[in-house]
C-alpha cells in the first residue's frame, strides 16, 4: 500500500495552484512569476518564485544561457566599465567565448559597450535585484532533501524545503544544519493546500555570483512558468 494517496508530481500540481492563487504564502508573500523546474546548474529546483519592484520589473531575454555568459554578466558592474582582456582573464574561458558572451547579452540589452572595448551592466541591473526563492518538495528522504536544498543558495536569497504536515518530524535531526545553512522547512497539506512553515528561511545572498546570474538568465530567457 502506497504510503501516500498521491504521488510527489501531484504534490506538485498542488503546490503549484498554491503558489498561483491570490493568497500569500505565510512567512514568505506573494511572488511575481513562478517556475517549476528550471535548471539551474547546480541543482534543478521543484520551484523558483521571484519578487521585484513593480516599478523596476524584471527585464526579458531570449535564447541567452550558458555559464559562459553568465559568467561574464556575473563580472560586471553598473558604473565600473570592465575591458575585455579583463574579462577573458577574470573568467576562466577563451576570449573567442568572452566576445560571444557579450555579443549575446548586448544584444538583449542587458549590458552596454563603451569605449576601448570596456562593458556595463545596462538593463541587467534589475536582474541583480531581483528576489529569488527556491522550494524543493519531497514526499520522503529528508537527507536527500537537505542536500538539494544546500546547493540552492549557490543562486537564491532563500531555500525552503516543502513536504506532508506527516514529514516534518523527519526533518529533527537536520535542523542544526538547516538552521546553519538557513534553510527554511515548511508542511504543505495537498488536499487543503494549506502551507505553514516550521523553520523560517533565512535571507541571504546568494553564495555565487556566478551561479546566480545562470539562474536568472535562464529564467528570463528559458524558464517554464
Known amino acids: 500500500m502506497a504510503r501516500f494517496p498521491y504521488s510527489e508530481e501531484e504534490m506538485g500540481d498542488a503546490f503549484l495552484r498554491r503558489l498561483r492563487s ?33 516599478r523596476r520589473p524584471l527585464p526579458s531575454g531570449h535564447s ?27 573568467s576562466g574561458f577563451g576570449r573567442e567565448a568572452v566576445v560571444s558572451a557579450l555579443r549575446n547579452l548586448l544584444g538583449q540589452g ?3 559597450r563603451h569605449v576601448e572595448d570596456s562593458y556595463t551592466l545596462a538593463s541587467a541591473r534589475e536582474l541583480f535585484d531581483v528576489d529569488v526563492t527556491a522550494f524543493e518538495l519531497k514526499l520522503c528522504g529528508p537527507r536527500r532533501a537537505v542536500f538539494q536544498a544546500q546547493q ?20 529533527r535531526p537536520y535542523l542544526p544544519s538547516l538552521c546553519r545553512w538557513g534553510i527554511g522547512l515548511a508542511r504543505f497539506d495537498s488536499a487543503t493546500r494549506r502551507f505553514h512553515l516550521s523553520l523560517v528561511p533565512q535571507r541571504t545572498i546568494p553564495v555565487s555570483r556566478q551561479h546566480q546570474a545562470y539562474a536568472l538568465l535562464r529564467l528570463v530567457s528559458g524558464g517554464t512558468a
Open 22 to 54: 491570490r493568497t500569500a504564502l505565510p512567512g514568505l508573500g506573494r511572488f511575481a512569476r513562478v517556475f517549476r523546474e528550471v535548471d539551474c546548474e547546480r541543482g534543478q529546483p521543484d520551484f523558483v518564485g521571484l519578487s521585484f519592484s513593480q
Open 64 to 90: 541567452i544561457s550558458g555559464f559562459a555568459t553568465a559568467t561574464v554578466l556575473s563580472l560586471l558592474k553598473a558604473e565600473s566599465p570592465r575591458r575585455l582582456e579583463y574579462l577573458v582573464a577574470q
Open 110 to 112: 542587458f549590458i552596454e
Open 152 to 171: 540552492y543558495s549557490l543562486f537564491a536569497h532563500r531555500v525552503v524545503i516543502v513536504v506532508p504536515p506527516s514529514e516534518v518530524k523527519g526533518f
